[in-house]
């Protein structure tokens, strides 16, 4: 297993590198074997900064399991900013908590005065009851007086009540909907960075990507923009070939067009292959030539010898 991962590197790091797709005989092509299956391991985009560092990778070539730590992105800033959304959240929830409290005993309040006035109505109620003709005119005019009024504070404190009620139930969904914006806010800078380590979710060879800029080797230490690739995680299940072919040379390479291919490192174990797939539009590759180079993709059509891994570079050479 070490001398499988030593020579994917190797073959990866090495030969990619030093052989320019582009050569005099057009109807040969340089590429690597890729798995079609593979995760793709990209740069997320995450909340601030544009760009962000690659911290740590696992080695080129090494064979990697399901929920294996694979790589590491500098979380830069995220740590501040989850701390601050963090205290804030708190803030909020002890803002919530405060207001609350403050309304309840506002309604408590309001409760209590609804069956002070209720007590009253009733006492008042029993001196108005009495016959005119039982007490004294003067009497009778106050009870009646006394009456009304505390009719009038008991409908006062009956809308109080209500209306304290109804303030409750306004607030509580605006404490809520803060609450929820902040819990919301922090609980993306915590997503944030969990995405910074990355974890394999399939068995398989761990292979550095290409910086499409330089056509090098993705390293740790190295910066990269949103949606670059890091790397990925292949197997040998649906193996498949990718190549790149100058812009000057696209049309030699009809889509169902046959090509023989032979590793760098295994010439004896050819095999045939067709190709499926043309990318749309070139991207420029300064270290090979000028000009842009399109990507090919070739599908065996023989059986795959088993010393075929993903990452190893291949030549294609065009069957007449």
């Given at each position: 297993m070490k001398n499988i991962t030593r020579l994917i590197s190797c073959l990866a790091t090495v030969c990619l590198v030093a052989i320019a797709p582009h050569s005099n005989a057009a109807s040969i092509l340089t590429g690597i074997i890729e798995d079609a299956g593979a995760q793709r391991i990209e740069m997320p985009r995450l909340p601030g900064d544009w760009q962000r560092?690659?911290?740590?990778?696992?080695?080129?070539?090494?064979?990697v399991s399901r929920g294996d730590l694979i790589a590491r992105l500098d979380p830069g800033s995220l740590l501040t900013q989850e701390e601050e959304k963090r205290i804030d959240l708190e803030?909020?929830?002890?803002?919530?908590?405060?207001?609350?409290?403050?309304?309840?005993?506002?309604?408590?309040?309001?409760?209590?005065?609804?069956?002070?006035?209720?007590?009253?109505?009733?006492?008042?109620?029993?001196?108005?009851?009495?016959p005119i003709g039982t007490v004294v005119k003067l009497d009778y005019d106050r009870y009646q007086l006394d009456f009304t009024t505390a009719k009038r504070a008991l409908g006062h404190a009956r809308k109080e009540l209500v209306a304290r009620r109804l303030e409750q139930e306004n607030s509580v969904k605006v404490l809520n909907m803060m609450v929820a914006k902040a819990q919301s806010e922090w609980q993306r800078m915590v997503t944030a960075i969990e995405q910074t380590k990355v974890h394999a979710t399939r068995d398989g060879y761990f292979i550095h990507a290409q910086n499409e800029g330089t056509g090098n080797k993705i390293f740790a230490g190295e910066t990269l923009k949103s949606n670059d690739p890091i790397a990925e995680v292949a197997s040998r299940d649906g193996l498949q070939f990718r190549?790149?072919?100058?812009?000057?040379?696209?049309?030699?390479?009809?889509?169902?067009?046959?090509?023989?291919?032979?590793?760098?490192a295994l010439p004896q174990n050819e095999i045939t292959a067709e190709v499926i797939w043309s990318s749309k539009q070139a991207s420029r590759r300064e270290e090979w030539s000028q000009g842009g180079y399109f990507e090919l993709r070739a599908r065996p059509m023989d059986?795959?010898?088993?010393?075929?891994m993903p990452g190893m570079s291949v030549r294609g050479e065009l069957v007449p």
């Open positions: 560092q690659v911290e740590w990778l696992a080695p080129e070539g090494s064979l803030k909020k929830k002890l803002e919530a908590d405060r207001h609350s409290a403050t309304l309840a005993l506002a309604i408590l309040d309001a409760e209590t005065a609804v069956l002070q006035a209720e007590s009253l109505v009733a006492l008042t109620k029993i001196n108005a009851d009495a190549f790149w072919i100058h812009e000057a040379d696209s049309r030699r390479f009809p889509l169902g067009s046959r090509m023989l291919i032979t590793p760098d059986t795959v010898p088993k010393t075929y």
